[in-house]
């Protein structure tokens, strides 16, 4: 027998090998399940919900420890949530005002006793509760009878006491969430395909996927988890496998000369040892004819910009261009500024290409966003590529990048993971790391300050401010809409000029502005015109001015974890101690995830720890937007648990590059996810 989930899935589930066409789910709005109308959706769409599909593979965050068993008899004594098992007298469905159901049912055990059990909104229950049938509920006495928080229908199995508790929403609640889930399960839940060989004799998906949501103990869950983890996992290797298989050549660089050596004079500091020796590995790549695939991993602030621009002048210096690539427009014109600011006084033009800026195409150094894969953007003859924040683009757009030119690539993140395990995420990709940053920095304090005290914060800033330092107040982020956003920012910003920061310089940056504003703006900061910056997060990113020591961020509870280290990331430049407070409401009012964020924000500036956290506390919450975390590719992985996965994945797909089968469409779909999202 097949290791399948034994217990829970067996008696229903059907078991065929085979499997159907994945658009099938993709194609099905949540919609169509019943129940679920446009309001719902909507709901549903904030975090990220909007087929089936995405519904079926939102894993709980955690379930429900298990509750004493009571006889019907002894309720009355129980206290607490507490579980009964008998057999359905009679059941019937009535409406309830504003569209809702309430289906009740009369159960009975052997105790003797008998208790009317009510199930909210779960008009289709009223069918299956049919005299006789045997039943299992959770749940606590209330005002109409015994209130169901959790049931099995039918069958000998205890999925109850696990019960899901999904990640937490104020729009949608978990017992809402395990209805849908339950209905998605029962109808299409046969129909998530198989994409792994059978071969290789694992449990199927379908069972995975009933399982996560609905097992019978916490075992089975994580055996769930693991086997969901290995699919996704299989899929990026075997795109990552795909981003190995051309026999692409890019030209093969002559050793630094003359021009690297004028910008080593311009740079006003020396390169760090852990610099140092992330340039003598890029050196070695760029003397091959095999195009450079070189991740650059150091932390926010610890000087991988400069390292890239070496990279991208040995290409200049030997007659090519070089391309940097960022993922936002905004991180495009900062480094298009920092760039040109060290190129300037080489003599070396840069040039800056998003959707609104149509820079040359023919300039030695380009920076730009995706534009610059976009089919009709033709470099002259592009020898080094760098990709900034490459965890954000996904591996669609580095496909696209490897496969339409050739030319040496480094990917640089400051999501820094254990090298070990970047290898076998990225597959063969080198890594070189800057695992320190340039000596005399100084930690960044962090603090949380309760809202109704941001007073004294603005105070500190002042204090700052007034022995001739800059600082950062980063506004709330309210909703999807830049255009909300940025009118929120300049509200913000015109009452701090009234208020908290009445006579000092105060400028404003957002995403609505011009791209000429916006320089300008960063301008007059870098050159201390301005004394403190309201910002969106558009500076989450490369803004770069050392003397900025302190930063505010406001609402900070709903940003997200790896948000909030990429914004700090901007004090703590100089050799200043620098300061990061974090305004939020009390932390009794916050949801646990909320909390637990910026609790670990406050214990570590370790990226490595909080990418960590990052990917635990991620699937327990969805923020606004939903692409913020990186490792927008893995959802069921755990990275270091997961290590033997990891591996066992990368074998597998060593496996199956070649051979057509169902696993491509995960790959092609992982592709297709990473496009949309960036
Ligand atoms: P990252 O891109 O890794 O977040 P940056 O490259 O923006 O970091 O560097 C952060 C800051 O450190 C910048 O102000 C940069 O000029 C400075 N810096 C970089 N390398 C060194 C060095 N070797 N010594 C001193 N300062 C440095
Ligand atoms: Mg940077």
Same mark, same amino acid.
């Given at each position: 027998?097949?290791?399948?989930?034994?217990?829970?899935?067996?008696?229903?589930?059907?078991?065929?090998?085979?499997?159907?066409?994945?658009?099938?789910?993709d194609a099905l709005d949540v919609q169509s399940l019943p129940g679920v109308g446009p309001s719902l959706a909507k709901r549903l769409r904030t975090f990220g919900i909007t087929t089936v599909r995405e519904l079926l593979l939102h894993a709980p965050r955690r379930y429900e420890s298990a509750v004493d068993q009571v006889a019907i008899s002894k309720l009355g004594e129980a206290e607490g949530e507490v579980a009964i098992e008998g057999r359905v007298v009679s059941a019937r469905a009535r409406p309830l005002r504003g569209r809702r159901?309430?289906?009740?049912?009369?159960?009975?055990?052997?105790?003797?006793?008998?208790?009317?059990?009510?199930?909210?909104?779960?008009?289709?229950?009223?069918?299956?509760?049919?005299s006789g049938t045997p039943i299992r509920v959770r749940g606590?006495?209330?005002?109409?009878g015994f209130d169901v928080k959790s049931y099995d229908i039918g069958e000998a199995k205890r999925t109850a006491d696990f019960a899901p508790v999904y990640p937490a929403s104020e729009s949608v609640s978990t017992i809402r969430l395990r209805e849908l889930v339950r209905a998605a399960l029962a109808q299409h839940g046969?129909?998530?395909? %198989?994409?792994?060989?059978? /071969?290789?004799?694992?449990?199927?998906?379908?069972?995975?996927?009933?399982?996560?949501?609905?097992?019978?103990?916490?075992?089975?869950?994580?055996?769930?988890r693991r086997r969901l983890a290995l699919d996704e996992l299989v899929a990026l290797q075997l795109v990552v496998a795909r981003l190995r298989t051309t026999d692409a050549v890019a030209p093969s660089l002559k050793?630094?000369?003359?021009?690297?050596?004028?910008?080593?004079?311009?740079?006003?500091?020396?390169?760090? /040892?852990?610099?140092?020796?992330?340039?003598?590995e890029i050196d070695l790549d760029l003397a091959q004819t095999t195009p450079m695939q070189r991740l650059l991993q150091g932390d926010v602030g610890s000087g991988k910009t400069v390292v890239a621009l070496y990279a991208l002048l040995r290409a200049v210096e030997n007659g090519y261009q070089g391309a940097l690539m960022a993922p936002t427009a905004t991180l495009a /014109?900062?480094?298009?500024?920092?760039?040109?600011?060290?190129?300037?006084?080489?003599?070396?033009?840069?040039?800056?290409?998003?959707?609104?800026?149509?820079?040359?195409?023919?300039?030695?150094?380009?920076?730009?966003?995706?534009?610059?894969?976009?089919?009709?953007?033709?470099?002259?003859?592009?020898?080094?590529?760098?990709?900034?924040?490459?965890?954000?683009?996904?591996?669609?757009?580095?496909?696209?990048?490897?496969?339409?030119?050739?030319?040496?690539?480094?990917?640089?993140?400051?999501?820094?993971?254990?090298?070990?395990?970047?290898?076998?995420?990225?597959?063969?990709?080198?890594?070189?790391?800057?695992a320190k940053p340039p000596a005399d920095r100084k930690p960044i304090v962090t603090a949380r300050v309760g809202a109704e005290r941001s007073s004294d914060a603005y105070n500190r800033l002042r204090v700052h401010l007034d022995a001739g330092r800059q600082a950062y107040v980063v506004c709330p982020l309210i909703e999807q809409s830049e255009t909300r956003l940025a009118r929120a920012a300049e509200e913000e910003a015109e009452r701090l000029r009234r208020a908290e920061l009445k006579g000092y310089r105060v400028g404003l940056l957002h995403g609505k502005l011009k791209p000429a504003d916006r320089?300008?703006?960063?301008?007059?900061?870098?050159?201390? /015109?301005? %004394?403190?910056?309201?910002?969106?997060?558009?500076?989450?990113?490369?803004? %770069?001015?050392?003397n900025a020591t302190i930063m505010i961020v406001q609402e900070a509870d709903r940003f997200g974890l790896a948000q909030l280290h990429q914004l700090r990331g901007r004090v703590?430049?100089?050799?200043?101690?620098?300061?990061?407070?974090?305004?939020?409401?009390?932390?009794?009012?916050?949801?646990?995830?909320? %909390?637990?964020?910026?609790?670990?924000?406050?214990?570590?500036?370790?990226?490595?720890?909080?990418?960590?956290r990052d990917l635990e506390l991620r699937r327990e919450g969805q923020l606004l937007g939903t692409r913020q975390s990186g490792w927008s590719d893995l959802r069921f992985t755990k990275l270091r648990p997961d290590r033997d996965l990891i591996e066992r994945a990368r074998a597998i797909a060593a496996d199956l590059r070649d051979e057509d089968g169902p696993w491509q469409d995960d790959a092609d779909r992982l592709s297709e996810d990473a496009t949309a999202g960036a």
């Open positions: 027998m097949h290791p399948g989930f034994t217990g829970v899935v067996q008696a229903e589930w059907p078991r065929p090998r085979g499997w159907l066409p994945p658009q099938h789910l159901t309430l289906v009740t049912a009369l159960i009975a055990d052997g105790s003797g006793g008998q208790i009317s059990a009510s199930f909210f909104n779960q008009p289709w229950l009223a069918e299956k509760l049919v606590k006495l209330g005002r109409y046969r129909s998530l395909p %198989d994409a792994l060989p059978a /071969e290789l004799d694992l449990a199927l998906r379908g069972d995975a996927l009933h399982a996560i949501h609905f097992p019978v103990d916490d075992t089975q869950a994580e055996e769930a050793e630094a000369g003359e021009l690297i050596g004028r910008y080593r004079e311009v740079l006003p500091f020396a390169l760090t /040892e852990h610099q140092e020796r992330a340039i003598t /014109e900062q480094h298009f500024l920092t760039l040109e600011r060290l190129c300037t006084p080489l003599g070396i033009d840069v040039a800056l290409l998003t959707g609104a800026v149509k820079g040359s195409v023919d300039a030695s150094i380009v920076v730009g966003t995706h534009a610059l894969i976009q089919p009709d953007v033709e470099f002259r003859d592009l020898a080094v590529a760098v990709v900034d924040e490459q965890h954000r683009f996904g591996v669609a757009q580095r496909q696209a990048l490897a496969e339409r030119r050739s030319p040496h690539v480094l990917h640089m993140t400051a999501t820094p993971i254990p090298r070990t395990l970047a290898l076998t995420i990225y597959g063969d990709l080198a890594v070189s790391e800057i320089r300008e703006v960063m301008r007059q900061f870098t050159e201390h /015109e301005l %004394d403190v910056l309201v910002a969106t997060t558009v500076i989450e990113v490369g803004v %770069d001015v050392p703590g430049r100089g050799g200043e101690q620098s300061y990061c407070l974090l305004i939020s409401r009390q932390a009794e009012e916050l949801t646990e995830t909320a %909390d637990a964020r910026l609790q670990a924000l406050v214990d570590t500036t370790d990226g490595f720890e909080l990418a960590e």
